[in-house]
């Protein structure tokens, strides 16, 4: 155990710090897409510029050109997170997508994409989802007809998130239909001004406040070229693959700042004239929620520690989506209970507490749970490949 | 930055398990429960030959002059074999408190512990929980009352005491004036008693002593923490072994999703607190200040997932896990004991709370 960063990277932290000094906006830019998309922009490259963005990413694609050093990623998401500013842009264009061109993609898609998408010129979207391929996405049904040097797509997605903000949609479609379920999907990169392309938004549990950026996705004769499939025809399920886990890695953040809040909460909210945080019933709960949020703060310094030193970690590497997400809801229920008659105030209503932040958290959290990869689904996972226990037998056909 | 254990403490960790499963299996485990106290004088000796009871104790009295991360390794070993020693007593708490203590016998007592020839125990839960009105205080020259759950006491040589407030007393297991009676626990590979004392001449006295014992407090309960976790590993391997290998419906149960999600549950609490575990060790020799705290949290962390842990993997064994046959039992009671002895969740997380000043005093 060597808990030391060393002088090396104490440097390079205050590096960032005096960056963010000088540089911090003075309002919220690229969180989910609010805001003027010019200043969006012009922060993304002055980030990259610095290293701060895209700092991994090959020059000749748009980006900073360092040598991958997970430490240093640790330390630029600690001091932007101590400055309360986003690093980069938190979308799926430059979480998942780009991470995949980089490794499957052509060199004219990479040259023509990664910078792009990096400095928030192109947004994208995720078209994977379909009403009947949730947890089963190999199940897919959106079609891709073969036609002269085209596809010509037809179907509809779910939960795409950001759809009806974005320029470019990354898509999984069945270009083999007479193939087996997981041969038969290619992956695209399709311009979502494409005429056929009709995208509604869908109104989730959250209601009015918090991230309302799902929609669902229709394709009527949706003309796109072949040579925008990534990797080869029929590979898009080992592509996808590459993609999904980018988006288990980018949602296990750990919730150890949403605690704090939690416990500033309890020692500013009373009931009866009395702080909640006197209460030895809603402390105890606190006390156990900090155990496991401490738990899950030093597994993370562990699972690092395996990655910077190349080991598979087994089991241990795949739980800390299904634990801190769980752990989020628990924390925003356990605040909501601290308020008790006014934690369920919501709307902006009188008396609420924090601009509704609670029961978005909580709402969202659970969204989290189900999304990128069900709870159930990371249960199978830890189970198969971190166990060992066989899988499921397949039914018989009738 | 390195957040893991080092080649020599995997290599103890090796050396330890494999003794352990040479030397005490379960088919010794299930002799010595019938033992009057369990804990045995040749599997101690065979472990100070190891180095491990001296792990703690400097190299200057014949000690390995360890940490205590690599302390709570061999703690889990024990407990990962369920294996009765006085380690916890003998081989944490007592040398933690020796050597914050000044006394002209101290490094001899260490010395003969690191030897394997000194056996300590160690009552100190009335600093903590005070039940039956136990207590024991000290009035011309020689000590009274009573101490509840005694540690590793039954057969010990020396017996540390806590007196008063914040005193501490080391009196011989055979002094006149003192009555111990074992308190048999649902787990019978860990010895607890009562000790009752009148008028017995104490060997030495320690006044304002509160420093030694909180240490003492912090080690034994992140090191009672790595046993009740070993304990909660060994009982996983266990289960899922089980899952692979038994039929029911044509099927191996492992692959229905009702099972394999118990044991994805399980390795998902367990992993993460494995990690909670080394940075509680770690910090209380590199971190002093987040010690107190890290101990509180790591014991009562370990004592909630264990508590599931135990009942899921005797669950997921079925009927025959629920026998004495089956042997499931001392993982699953062991894990329960570690629960209470240094403290239990609601008493640790109220700790917790007081040390971060969000609770009175």
Known sequence: ?398 | MDFGLSEDQRLLEDTIRSFLADRVPITRVRELRDAPCPNDRSIWRELAELGATGILIPEEHGGSGLALLDAALVAQSLGHAVTPTPFLGSAVMAPVALAALDDAKTPAWSAGIAAGELVFGVAVTETFSVREGAGVELRGGALHGKAMMAIDACDADLVLLAVGGDGLAVVRGDAAGLTQTRLATIDATRCTSELVLDGVEPEAVFDGAGDALDRMLIAGRIALAADSFGACESMIEQAVAYAQQRKQFDRLIGSFQAVKHMCAEMIADLEPARSLLWYAAHSFDALPDEAPLMACHALAHISEIGREIASVATQVHGGIGWTDEQNLHFWFKRIGVARHLLGGPELLRNRAAEIQGLAAA
């Open chain 1, 1 to 398: 155990m060597d808990l030391e960063y060393g002088e090396r990277y104490e440097e390079f932290r205050r590096e960032v710090r005096s960056f963010l000094e000088e540089h911090r906006p003075t309002r919220p830019v690229g969180g989910f897409l609010e805001g003027p998309r010019d200043e969006l922009i012009r922060w993304l490259t002055l980030q990259i510029e610095r290293g701060y963005w895209a700092r991994t990413i090959p020059k000749e694609y748009g980006g900073y050109g360092a040598p991958p050093d997970l430490l240093e990623t640790v330390i630029m998401d600690e001091e932007f997170n101590r400055a309360g500013v986003p690093r980069g842009m938190m979308a799926q264009g430059p979480s998942m997508l780009v991470p995949t061109l980089l490794e499957h993609g052509t060199e004219e898609q990479k040259r023509r994409w990664v910078g792009p998408t990096m400095r928030g010129e192109v947004v994208w979207c995720q078209g994977y989802s379909e009403p009947g391929a949730g947890s089963d996405l190999a199940s897919l049904q959106t079609s891709a007809r073969e036609d002269g040097d085209d596809f010509v797509i037809n179907g509809q997605k779910i939960w795409t998130s950001t759809a009806d903000k974005s320029d470019m949609m990354f898509v999984l479609v069945r270009t083999e239909p007479d193939a087996k379920k997981h041969a038969g999907i290619s992956y695209l990169l399709l311009p979502m001004d494409t005429p056929g392309i009709e995208v509604q938004p869908m109104r989730t549990m959250s209601g009015s406040l918090g991230e309302n950026s799902f929609n669902q996705v229709f394709f009527s004769d949706v003309r796109v070229p072949q040579s925008n499939v990534v990797g080869r025809r029929g590979e898009g399920w080992k592509i996808a693959n590459t993609t999904l886990k980018h988006e288990r890695n980018s949602l296990n953040a750990n919730p150890e700042g949403t605690l704090f809040r939690l416990m500033k909460l309890m020692k500013e909210e009373t009931v009866n004239g009395v702080p909640a945080m006197a209460s030895p019933v809603y402390r105890d709960h606190l006390m156990r929620l900090q155990g496991r949020t401490l738990a899950m703060k030093h597994h993370g310094m562990r699972m690092l520690t395996c990655s910077l030193k190349s080991e598979w970690p087994g089991a241990a590497g795949l739980v800390a989506k299904l634990q801190n997400c769980q752990l989020n809801f628990d924390i925003a229920s356990l605040a909501i209970d601290v308020m008790g008659e006014l934690g369920v105030l919501y709307d902006h209503s009188k008396y609420e507490r924090e601009r509704g932040f609670w029961q978005m958290h909580a709402i969202f959290s659970l969204g989290l749970i189900i999304g990128g990869g069900t709870a159930q689904i990371q249960k199978n996972i830890i189970g198969e490949r971190g166990l060992g226990l066989p899988r499921e037998p397949k039914p018989a056909k009738a």
